[in-house]
């Protein structure tokens, strides 16, 4: 129960950052990119189009992947939708490592989105490569904590809408959301995947 508690969890913000970010592909001053300089060039906005579409798909696509009945029943199309999932992470991973150099919030908030930016390529990579020796727990290990960097999209997102509600200083609430969300979400993966470890073990069926 709390498992597809959960897996809602995951689709109903998958679904809701599907519907905050459209904007992004509408206009070209929407949302941070108002005042950016280096969003009036056709480049930028293509690689920052990149990085959302792209992620976007990867945050659809991924809890879906967590579903146990759905591995089982269609295997192809988990393995198809896993290779979609990475392709995904690897084009949005690598459009925002470079628009990560252009991030308000200085230094703090750019040095903060390359590490994720990384971490995300990395950790997704390595999901990949344990499935392709069939190393099935090192799999799941890695898709929990990759996710989990998908899903900081979200995370910031919600830490956001703290300036909105508040007068609390919107740069510094943003330089924090580069760190904290895909920290914490790192955290509570590996809380939830050594959960899961514990209950296999307890009922190897």
């Known amino acids: ?15 809701t950052m599907w519907i905050m970010s459209f904007h992004y592909f509408q206009n070209d001053d929407s949302g941070i990119l108002r005042n950016k300089t280096v969003a009036s060039q056709l480049w930028y906005m293509i690689v920052f189009r990149t990085h959302i579409g792209f992620g976007l798909l990867a945050i659809l696509v991924g809890p879906l992947q967590f579903v146990h009945r759905f591995r089982a029943q269609y295997p ?12 995904s992470v690897v084009l949005s991973g690598l459009s925002g490592l470079l628009i990560a150099q252009f991030s ?16 995300w390529l990395i950790i997704t990579s390595k999901s990949i490569l344990a499935i392709t020796v069939s190393d ?19 995370t910031q997102r919600t830490l956001l809408l703290i300036p909105l509600l508040t007068n609390v200083s919107f740069v510094h609430i943003y330089q924090l959301s580069a760190w904290l969300p895909w920290i914490l ?13 514990s209950k296999q073990k307890l009922n190897p069926s």
């Open 76 to 87: 192809r199309l988990h393995r198809r939708c896993g290779y979609w999932y990475f392709t």
């Open 136 to 154: 099935i727990v090192e799999h799941q290990k890695w898709s929990y904590l990759g996710y989990s960097l998908t899903f900081a999209a979200i």
């Open 104 to 119: 308000m919030g200085g230094w703090v908030s750019r040095l903060g989105f390359t590490v994720l930016s990384i971490l």
């Open 1 to 15: 129960m709390k498992k597809k508690v959960f897996i809602g969890f995951l689709i109903v913000g998958a679904l």
């Open 185 to 197: 979400n790192l955290l509570i993966a590996h809380h939830l995947y050594q959960s899961t470890r």
